[in-house]
């Protein structure tokens, strides 16, 4: 958002869907209609502090109540979400204009992660003997993971649920309270997770909102929070890590992403061109995970763009209801705008929408073919309901250009024969086979990425390990034998080490 001076949104910023600031209140308007959805009470840096002080004191509380209980709260959350589903979407397509069938599929994906955190918490994290080496042999060694205490979580708009999700609930089932400060795009709905959470947690303030701009997130992440998850662009990612630096608060960065499928010669064509219309363009694009570029092998290309653009060109362009809704941002269309003409005044075609596609709030699908491989529709995050389809001489060649740009995120091979091994080469964190995004909603995986994309993982055992300390402890249970941690030891003492370590590590094998 544009802001002057005094923080208030200049009138460029009030354009309809664009949220402003009025008397102290974040003010959440719709990207289809403009009507206001809800306001929002700024949190300054004093309030942000309050907000983390109060947060201390509710973690100790949250996590001296320990895994049973905090699984047994976590599951009634679960079920109070996953009960009033239609009532969250609703936030998210009013202030986001995510259709709500779509906003249905991201509440499912992230009750399942709820529910996976909250079950398994204690598995992963829980106490552990671990085995002894025998030169310690005479001391057990024990492992727990404990919670950093305070978790800030910031979040984007264009999954509003499930993405601070994969943060919010193994952050809580670790035993950490949360702050949580949504995208200004999107409070209502990170409003709406706090409520339902206190109805079930009203003892204490376990998991707090705290609503702005960036600066509300700048403050969380100066102010001595444990960890700072943080989920959105790459560039403020980098904003986030400087100001983490200041108090050496660690962080976990899910950034953008740049994903790529890849078809292969062997691949099951309409499966890969279903999934890639709706991995590319579903949430109008808007999907940090989704498809934006593809490579084909040259003896199906042909083939696969023609069923793709047959199913792209049938999805209807609207309000809700329709397949594929309005840019949330305002200001994301003028980039849409810049990809689609500057792939085409570079050589690229559009073998179905193009320039006349973007009518704002709206971008019709535009799939991009010819494009070259330095057109910023191909090398930057676009986050619009375009594609570019490259022709390929082999999957080798697919693989390269796949992994040539600075993103690692995501990604999807279409195939049988290679099709794993292909898996394995892209450089992402994950890579779905014969579907796409799978990996998203797949609670025992981990989620994040490489390069630009980030670092650190949510989800699955390491998201729940990536929001605690691992502690351990030895505990001696008989007197040492070698006398390795004394000053009181004799020359033959030593000379017993030196044998020890001979029969022990003296082979090469
Ligand atoms: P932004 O980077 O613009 O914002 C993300 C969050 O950071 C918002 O809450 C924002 O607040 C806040 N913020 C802005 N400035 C600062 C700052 N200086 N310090 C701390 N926080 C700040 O991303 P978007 O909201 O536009 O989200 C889209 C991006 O997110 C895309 O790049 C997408 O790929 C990525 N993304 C990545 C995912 C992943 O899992 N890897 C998942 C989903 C999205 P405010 O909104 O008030 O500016």
Redesign the pocket.
């Known amino acids: 958002?544009r802001v002057d001076e005094m923080g208030q949104p200049t009138e460029a910023a009030r354009v309809p869907g664009t949220?402003y600031v009025a008397d102290g209140k974040l003010v959440s308007t719709s990207p289809a209609t403009g009507a206001e959805v809800g306001r929002f009470p700024v949190a300054g840096v004093p309030d942000v502090a309050a907000a983390i002080a109060r947060a201390r004191e509710a973690g100790a509380w949250w996590a001296e109540l320990g895994f049973a209980e905090r699984r047994a709260r976590l599951l009634a959350w679960r079920a109070r979400i996953a009960n009033r589903a239609t009532e969250l979407a609703a936030a998210a397509y009013a202030e986001g204009g995510k259709p709500k069938a779509e906003a249905i599929v991201e509440i499912f994906s992230a009750v399942e992660h709820v529910n996976w955190a909250a079950r398994n918490a204690k598995r992963v994290l829980g106490h552990r003997k671990v085995r002894s080496r025998l030169v310690l042999v005479e001391h057990s060694a024990h492992l727990e993971y404990q919670p950093y205490g305070v978790v800030g979580v910031?979040?984007?708009?264009?999954?509003p649920v499930l993405?601070p999700m994969?943060s919010l609930a193994y952050a809580l089932a670790a035993g950490n309270a949360v702050v949580f400060?949504?995208?200004?795009?999107t409070p209502a709905v990170g409003q709406w997770l706090a409520d339902s959470f206190a109805e079930i947690v009203p003892e204490k303030p376990v998991f707090q909102v705290v609503h702005?701009?960036?600066?509300?997130?700048?403050a969380?992440?100066r102010l001595g929070v444990g960890k700072i998850a943080?989920?959105?662009?790459?560039?403020?990612?980098k904003?986030?890590m400087a100001?983490c630096a200041e108090t050496l608060t660690p962080v976990v960065i899910?950034?953008?992403?740049k994903d790529a499928m890849i078809v292969d010669d062997d691949a099951d064509l309409d499966a890969a061109a279903q999934a890639c219309v709706w991995g590319g363009l579903t949430n109008a694009g808007?999907?940090?995970?989704g498809i934006e570029r593809v490579y084909a092998v040259d003896a199906v290309y042909d083939d696969f763009v023609a069923k793709v653009v047959e199913r792209a060109g049938k999805l209807t362009v609207g309000v809700d209801g329709d397949d594929i809704g309005p840019i949330t941002?305002p200001s994301?269309v003028d980039i849409i705008r810049r990809h689609i003409d500057d792939a085409i005044a570079r050589g690229g075609r559009a073998v179905l929408g193009g320039p006349e596609a973007v009518r704002p709030p709206y971008v019709s699908p535009t799939i991009l073919v010819d494009v070259p491989e330095d057109a910023a529709a191909v090398r930057e995050?676009t986050?619009g309901p375009t594609l570019t389809v490259t022709r390929v001489g082999d999957a080798d060649e697919a693989v390269r250009l796949a992994n040539a740009v600075s993103y690692g995120?995501g990604g999807s091979v279409f195939g049988k024969r290679r099709a794993v091994s292909i898996a394995r080469r892209m450089r992402s964190g994950m890579t779905a086979i014969n579907s796409v995004l799978t990996f998203a909603g797949m609670s025992t995986l981990p989620?994040?990425?490489v390069g630009d994309?980030?670092f650190g993982r949510?989800h699955g055992d390491d998201g729940l390990r990536e929001f605690a300390r691992a502690k351990a402890i030895t505990r001696r249970r008989a007197p040492s034998v070698l006398p390795a941690q004394t000053f009181e030891r004799s020359e033959k003492d030593v000379d017993r080490l030196v044998k020890v370590m001979k029969i022990l590590f003296g082979r090469p094998r």
């Open positions: 958002m949220p910031i979040g984007p708009w264009n999954y993405t994969g400060k949504p995208s200004e795009y702005g701009l960036g600066e509300t997130g700048a969380l992440c943080f989920t959105g662009s790459t560039a403020t990612a904003k986030v100001g899910e950034g953008g992403g808007q999907t940090c995970i941002m994301q995050e986050f995120l989620f994040g990425g994309s980030g949510i």
